[in-house]
């Protein structure tokens, strides 16, 4: 699809990669974005058309999803990370990422599937991560959600295929945004990671491997699990060494 006249709606679009999102959107093309957020007053886009969301209340979903009938393009870009592992930390924590990570992103995309095909079809971009695959202490709840994004992301394709929905996965090391704030690494710019999605769509491209971690992390899936954690081990060592 062009991203020219689409329809878009970002979740998430007052900070980061969701604000990154709703300007190129803007910049690309689009007749209209509908920029979301749980606090409507924090986003602060010109040329956006402001919507209250919380993905993690279906009421607020469905509001949101009549108020925007015409999309064609939906951005599942909202997420949280709460540094929790899995043995160890909050049970409630766990769940809490469980709830906006996965089901909120699945509770979008069954609300707003029935619009993207009355429009033609359109397409979904979810933002998934490099962590879709790999975990580390202190993440290991933020890797069970994107794993399970990433399976929920293929299944869903395949169910939305005969609408002709195209269902891009974008997958991302580290982004200069707030929730990368703590690591003293190289950062992919938001804008950027925002024109590889969009970039993406128009390809008609099922995934997107938005920066070398992602590409490097994914192409040591074949590894055996001990060859795969100390290879992750040595990259993870070199990345905050340089």
């Known amino acids: 699809m062009d991203i020219n006249d689409s329809v878009a709606l970002v979740t998430g679009a007052n900070r980061g990669l969701g604000r990154a999102f709703a300007q190129r959107l803007l910049e690309r093309g689009a007749r209209k974005v509908y920029a979301t957020a749980r606090r409507p007053e924090t986003v602060d886009v010109p040329g956006v058309e402001v919507l209250p969301l919380d993905i993690t209340d279906p009421a607020s979903v469905r509001t949101a999803a009549e108020a925007a009938p015409d999309v064609s393009l939906l951005i599942n870009n909202a997420g949280i990370q709460t540094g929790t592992d899995l043995v160890t930390g909050s049970l409630d924590a766990v769940r809490h990422e469980l709830e906006t990570n996965v089901f909120g992103h699945l509770g979008m995309i069954r609300e707003f599937a029935p619009a993207l095909a009355r429009n033609g079809g359109g397409a979904i971009v979810d933002v998934l991560s490099a962590m879709s695959w790999f975990g580390g202490k202190g993440a290991n709840a933020y890797h069970l959600t994107k794993a399970a994004a990433w399976a929920m992301t293929n299944g869903v394709r395949l169910e939305l295929a005969e609408q ?35 970039d993406g769509v128009e390809a008609g491209s099922a995934e997107v491997l938005a920066d070398q971690w992602s590409r490097d992390v994914k192409s040591r899936l074949p590894l055996t699990p001990e060859e795969f954690n100390a290879a992750m081990d040595r990259a993870l060592a070199a990345l905050t060494a340089a």
Not at 169 to 191: E, F, Y
Request: hydrophobic fraction near 50%.
């Open 164 to 198: 002709g929905t195209l269902v891009t996965a974008v997958h991302l090391g580290l982004t200069d945004t707030d929730m990368a704030a703590g690591w003293p690494v190289d950062k992919i710019a938001p804008s950027d990671l925002a024109d590889a999605a969009l």
